[in-house]
């Protein structure tokens, strides 16, 4: 158990349709990052925020945005959803709890989304 | 563009070997790497990482190998084991960032 949790597991939509993930990082990691990972594309950076602040965005699109609360959940909210959204989104987090070093990552166990 | 490669989809070792999965990057920036293990239906769990002022890193039955002047990076793990059997991803960090670059994955089949 990584200590990050994503919810929901799974999410079944519709095109159009706008949804929100949620993560909370493990107790005391002040960064979060969204992944997006689907069949043919692996595993992509898409956002990330350090204490409510963005910090770094990678391949994200303008349909997709995210924040950070102040209690360091994040959410990340899809609109206009396309069949090609569909795809398992991770949220990770790190920090030095436990002896981590910054630069480890700790990954959720993922939200599968199917667009319909 | 893909910066960070894992050349192999899977590889297939007999229980109590060495498996050796292989990962070549092209960004000369990047200066942090990290190996990931994802089983179906779980994120990537973290497994070793290393700096790049390094060029080995052990942990128990893995090791991380860098070769910088090659921009390669290898895992062993001695002896594999059945539970070993997951997706195995290379990752790596460009300096001055947090932003984790992944490979593609390599699907590691440990056969008893």
């Known amino acids: 158990d990584s200590g990050v949790t994503q919810t929901p597991k799974h999410l079944i939509t519709a095109t159009g349709q706008r949804v929100t993930l949620r993560c909370s990082p493990r107790?005391?990691?002040?960064?979060v990052y969204w992944y997006q990972q689907s069949l043919d594309q692996g595993l992509q950076f898409l956002i990330q925020?350090?204490?409510?602040?963005?910090?770094a965005k990678g391949n994200i699109l303008e349909r997709f945005s995210a924040q950070q609360f102040p209690d360091l959940h994040s959410e990340l909210n899809l609109s206009s959803l396309e069949l090609g959204d569909s795809a398992l989104y991770f949220c990770a987090s790190s920090g030095t709890s436990g002896g981590a070093a910054y630069n480890e990552q700790f990954f959720g166990p993922g939200t599968r989304l199917t667009v319909l | 563009d893909q910066q960070v490669k894992q050349n192999s989809p899977s590889l297939s070792v007999q229980e109590g070997r060495i498996s050796i999965l292989n990962c070549d990057y092209t960004n000369s920036m990047f200066d942090y790497f990290l190996w990931y293990k994802k089983y179906p239906a779980e994120g990537p769990t973290f497994l070793i990482s290393i700096s790049s002022i390094k060029d080995k890193n052990e942990d128990g039955r893995f090791t991380v190998f860098l070769n910088k002047s090659a921009k390669h990076l290898s895992l062993h793990i001695v002896p594999s084991q059945p539970g070993d059997s997951a997706v195995y991803f290379c990752?790596?960090?460009?300096?001055?960032?947090?932003?984790?670059?992944f490979g593609k994955g390599t699907k590691l089949s440990v056969i008893p």
């Open positions: 925020y350090y204490n409510g602040e963005e910090r």
């Open positions: 990752a790596a960090i460009p300096a001055g960032s947090y932003q984790l670059t």
């Open positions: 107790s005391g990691d002040l960064s």
